[in-house]
């Protein structure tokens, strides 16, 4: 299936996304990973770096005129990872949905749901992951990306 094949089934819409709106998504992901490597709580610390890898699977999203549908958000901005970056991605999305799953219930349900160490690997994965969509950026979309490094230093000055 294509983005416009998910776009006609109502899975995403079609989004005019800016070099400044894609430069906030980074803004974010890097300002979460900071807060998230600070913060003793695991559940939070999850919670906070799966927050900078929603943002960072945004990225290709929106560099490509789309964005997910609001009901199914996350999971679909994470199923479109493989179909834009690439097949080799697919274990990066079935990671990260196992993630989404952990973060709900230690967002909506229970207390103590993620240990130390999976709060550290998902830190770990999101640091990769972003230089991942770094250079999927510049490959795929150099003039945006271009753009995107410029709008990120007059948000950060």
């Known amino acids: 299936m294509s983005l416009k094949d998910w776009a006609s089934n109502g899975w995403l819409s079609e ?31 999850f919670n906070i770096a799966y927050n900078a890898v929603l943002k960072l699977a945004t990225v290709p999203l929106y560099a490509e005129g ?36 952990k973060r709900n219930s230690a967002t909506y349900d229970r207390v103590a749901v993620v240990s130390k160490k999976e709060a550290k690997e998902l830190i770990d994965f999101a640091e990769e992951f972003k230089e991942v969509i770094t250079t999927w950026l510049d490959e795929k979309h150099p003039e945006l990306a271009a753009k995107v490094r410029s709008e990120l230093k007059t948000i950060e000055d």
């Open 15 to 45: 989004l005019a996304a800016t070099a400044e709106d894609i430069a906030h998504l980074f803004h974010v992901a890097q300002r979460d990973l900071r807060t998230a490597k600070g913060v003793d709580d695991s559940d939070w610390t």
């Open 66 to 101: 789309y964005r997910a549908d609001k009901m199914n958000n996350h999971y679909r901005t994470f199923q479109a990872i493989p179909l834009i970056i690439g097949k080799e991605q697919k274990a990066s999305a079935a990671y990260l949905d196992k993630c989404r799953q």
